[in-house]
């Protein structure tokens, strides 16, 4: 379970340009669990992201993953449970680097690191047979650099390195935004694999109402730093498209645009 009690967060505090995004906001979210999230710009999805994984500080509050305080936690540690997949392809693997070492470096995050041959051959078949199922052709080109490979290929490499190690929450930062829609609905089916096969409790920030419905067993949206629908189970096959854009309109008055 990862929870947030009474979070607070500020940014660019003591400036003209303090703004106070989270202010006593707390959040649950169950184990194995997939929620979508979604709100407009500066809402704090992805500010709620960063919280979770360490990437970002918070002036008060608490940050739980199964019970245990992981507030002050660095960032590489949460790392080792948390798989993270960010909007820019560009971000989830190491361009300069061969498909084989980039799931070689994700295969050993979790280990103490030497001066010992960085790839395993040893591995290699197992890597192609993670990567076959994908239907990208990505087996058999192990030795391409991953700078070399498309947005779809990158994203959904990145997926298997963020999942190849034993990991409980897996983090999708809008992760198909920056894709071509028959890709994005191929790296989405692949995800929703992923996460039922792994069993992963996963959030999913995105600007996709279709895949916010269609995928996962929860659904929340955001605004102002503050959850203003929250449905799961029944009540969330129920909601129609139009809901939520209904829901937006009114958010979009209600902030004078």
């Known amino acids: 379970m990862l929870e947030v009690k009474s979070l607070h967060k500020v940014y ?3 400036t003209v ?17 997939f929620v979508s999230v979604v709100g407009s710009n500066g809402s704090g999805k992805t500010s709620l992201l960063n919280i979770l994984c360490g990437s970002i500080p918070v002036e008060g509050g608490q940050v739980l993953m199964d019970g245990e305080d992981i507030t002050n936690q660095k960032e590489h540690v949460r790392n080792r449970r948390i798989g993270r997949i960010h909007q820019n392809p560009a ?8 498909i084989l070492e980039n799931l070689s470096l994700s295969d050993n995050k979790t280990k103490r690191m030497g001066l010992k041959q960085g790839t395993d051959k040893n591995r290699v078949a197992a890597y192609k047979q993670l990567l076959a199922p994908l239907g990208l052709g990505l087996e058999d080109m192990l030795n391409a650099r991953c700078g070399s490979l498309s947005g779809g ?18 983090i999708l930062d809008e992760h198909t935004a920056a894709l071509d829609p028959k890709t994005a609905e191929t790296i989405m089916k692949l995800t929703d694999r992923v996460v039922r096969e792994k069993n992963l409790t996963t959030i999913m920030v995105t600007h996709n109402l279709r ?3 269609e995928y996962g067993d929860r659904l929340l949206m955001m605004h102002k730093g503050g959850v203003v629908l929250d449905k799961q189970g029944a009540d969330k096959q129920k909601l129609r498209i139009e809901d939520l854009l209904g829901m937006f309109n009114s958010i979009s008055i209600e902030c004078g645009n």
Request: glycine share 8%.
């Open 153 to 170: 290929q990158r994203q959904a490499l990145a997926l298997v390195m963020a999942t190849l190690t034993p990991v409980d929450f897996l």
């Open 91 to 98: 971000m989830g693997t190491c361009a300069g680097m061969t």
């Open 12 to 14: 660019n505090p003591g």
């Open 17 to 33: 340009r303090e703004m106070c995004l989270f202010e006593d906001f707390s959040l649950n979210i169950g184990e194995h669990q």
């Open 211 to 213: 895949y916010a419905l």
